[in-house]
């Protein structure tokens, strides 16, 4: 049982390219979330996906996309990098959407921009 | 006042001694207050969490003391152990009105064998 699950681990774009980061979970779970974890910032969520067919703006979403493929997929799309967006990305998923759920975290992709 | 102030920034204890985290928050609509532990090279994992109508949760070494009217919560870890070692997020969410899941800056702890 994997879990969450989240490609590419590593990656490294210059200024200006675009990027996709995926996401799945084999736990069959209604709600999923994108986060960015910077140091001494905690994280701050990007993007999240209440039910299959629905995205909502997180705290931080300027200068992403995301996109519900499926029940098991949330993508998480930057088209076109920024040095400030280096940063370690971590999708989530929750069985519902709400606010005592445990969130179930992917290891993360870490990602620099130059 | 979305924020969720988490104290130290880092901590170190002896082995069997007891670890205290600290975390404070201003917005009253929050009503569930998970901790997650994550270790190098991971996600943050899920490890006990309360809701406001609890003043202490307990399970195992690891317990919450919740005090609703200061508007802040505790992670203790007692007999804390080198495997305890990482880092500790507390949180804070709500669904009313716009959905919030805000996370602590984080504590850095080390546990000395």
């Known amino acids: 049982n994997a879990g969450v699950t989240q490609t590419p681990k590593f990656q490294v774009l210059k200024t200006g390219q675009s990027m996709t980061l995926q996401c799945a979970q084999d736990m069959n779970h209604n709600s999923m979330y994108w986060y960015r974890q910077d140091p001494g910032m905690g994280l701050r969520l990007i993007y999240y996906?209440?039910?299959?067919?629905?995205?909502d703006k997180g705290e931080v979403p300027n200068g992403y996309n995301v996109s519900r493929l499926n029940k098991r997929e949330f993508s998480l799309r930057l088209e076109s990098a920024a040095p400030s967006q280096t940063s370690v990305y971590f999708c989530?998923?929750?069985?519902?959407?709400?606010?005592?759920?445990?969130?179930?975290f992917g290891d993360g992709t870490r990602l620099s921009i130059l | 006042q979305q924020q969720v102030k988490q104290s130290p920034q880092s901590l170190i204890v002896q082995k069997g001694g007891i670890s205290i985290i600290n975390c404070a928050y201003e917005n009253t609509a929050f009503d569930y207050f998970p901790w997650y532990q994550q270790f190098p090279g991971k996600g943050p994992a899920l490890l006990i969490a309360i809701r406001p109508d609890v003043s202490e949760k307990k399970e195992g070494r690891f317990t919450i003391s919740f005090n609703k009217s200061a508007k802040q919560f505790s992670l203790h870890i007692m007999d804390s152990q080198p495997g305890d070692s990482a880092t500790y997020f507390c949180a804070a969410s709500t669904i009313s009105g716009t959905y919030k899941y805000i996370f602590g800056t984080g504590t850095r702890l080390k546990v000395l064998a």
């Open positions: 996906s209440a039910s299959e067919g629905t995205t």
């Open positions: 989530a998923s929750s069985e519902w959407f709400s606010s005592n759920q445990p969130q179930h």
